[in-house]
């Protein structure tokens, strides 16, 4: 036998030695794989484990769906876009969505530039990143292999909070939208739209992002409490949609934050050894609600009207005390004393004038830096005085 065939068969005898033992290593690393993926399932925040992963998932906002859809579906030439509203609507989750279907896994970062605008939002940040990534030429409609769906010849560049970039940013980059129209589509994401310029606004398709009702904020939080084991109190559920007012990545973050707080116990049998202990989850309460929010609870607010009601100093000063020593914040107090006095039956409208006037008077003081002590004292004397020597 030549050397030549005996290096040739030793090879092949070595080689399948090692995809023997590449094989075992496979089995091995790949149920340790397994594990620590699902560690890092269980670590990931929930509001982006439950993030939309297509536009059928968003919820509630049925015009921008409804256009993009039937963009989607028709192959029609996507717009340059706005989308303005309040917070934890779903604006950056459904441009998201959308580039996924649009571009596939394939070339979806490739494809996409997202910048926060309020980290970036200087005039040079628009004439090198953004105008370097425009700039860039995207191939012809290719066909994606995943789905054989047809990929756009054109890019997409996300700006996230665009209302804090500077005016001669925006004006900037009306002239990069105009020369680059060819090869990029922008979606600017903000929650005021009057502090985007008119030149700006007048070059994209706007849509406006409502709150998300309290009927579709229940239905998906009692679903992603099922979904991760945790036991949630109607009155909790209550209080979270009331307190988030629409904003559904606080509402999540919060359910989070409060099945983190609960925790579970473990209910021990006869004996520690006994098979018979099983781990019990405490259901989340209201009270954990305000805990974690730092929202005042109803009780402390209306024991505060009561004390008000009282005619008595000493009565009052004991509340306003108990509530500084509980960690409040005075403008909290003040944003719930004043929806009590707006909801208040036991005063009229020139009193709830007069009690209105001193909570503004008293948020300026806060937001200037006076104590807070003094500022709730200052206000709630002088519901006092309106409450029990009005005329």
């Not at 009229?348 to 500022?375: F, I, M, P, R, T």
Request: aromatic share 4%.
């Amino acid at each position: 036998m030549s050397l030549q065939a005996f290096l040739k068969k030793g090879g092949s005898t070595l080689s399948n030695l090692g995809d023997g033992q590449s094989t075992s290593g496979e089995s091995s690393s790949g149920k340790g794989k397994k594990a620590v993926g699902e560690k890092q399932n269980k670590n990931i925040p929930w509001v982006e484990k439950y993030r939309p992963k297509s536009i059928s998932d968003v919820a509630h906002q049925d015009e921008v769906v409804n256009v993009l859809r039937s963009t989607l579906e028709t192959g029609a030439d996507l717009p340059n876009l706005l989308f303005y509203g309040p917070p934890g609507t779903g604006k950056t989750s459904t441009i998201l969505a959308a580039a996924r279907e649009i571009f596939g896994p394939e070339m979806y970062r490739t494809r996409i530039l997202e910048l926060n605008a309020s980290d970036e939002r200087g005039i040079d940040v628009i004439r090198t990143k953004i105008k370097t990534f425009a700039q860039l030429s995207a191939s012809a409609a290719v066909v994606r292999k995943s789905d054989g769906k047809m990929v756009p010849p054109f890019k997409l560049i996300i700006l996230d909070e665009a209302d804090s970039m500077t005016n001669s940013a925006q004006a900037a980059l009306r002239r990069t939208m105009e020369k680059e129209s060819r090869t990029t589509r922008f979606c600017l994401l903000c929650n005021y739209v009057s502090r985007i310029i008119g030149p700006l606004t007048s070059r994209c398709s706007k849509f406006r992002f409502k709150p998300v009702p309290a009927s579709v904020l229940e239905s998906r939080l009692l679903a992603i409490a099922e979904s991760e084991g945790v036991l949630v109190e109607p009155q909790a559920i209550a209080v979270l949609i009331q307190v988030t007012e629409g904003d559904m990545r606080q509402a999540i973050t919060t359910l989070q934050s409060a099945a983190r707080l609960k925790g579970s116990k473990k209910v021990e049998g006869p004996s520690e050894e006994s098979s018979d202990s099983s781990p019990v989850v405490e259901a989340v309460t209201e009270e954990d609600v305000f805990e974690i929010t730092g929202v005042v609870p109803s009780r402390l607010i209306a024991k505060l009207m009561t004390a008000c009601a009282s005619d008595s100093y000493d009565k009052l000063d004991s509340v306003v005390q108990e509530i500084i020593e509980e960690g409040f914040s005075a403008g909290q107090v003040l944003y719930h004393v004043h929806d009590a006095v707006v909801a208040s039956d036991e005063m009229n409208d020139k009193q709830k004038s007069v009690v209105c006037e001193a909570l503004g008077a008293g948020d300026k003081c806060l937001a200037d830096g006076a104590d807070e002590y003094l500022q709730l004292m200052s206000v709630c004397c002088t519901i006092m005085q309106t409450l029990c020597r009005s005329t």
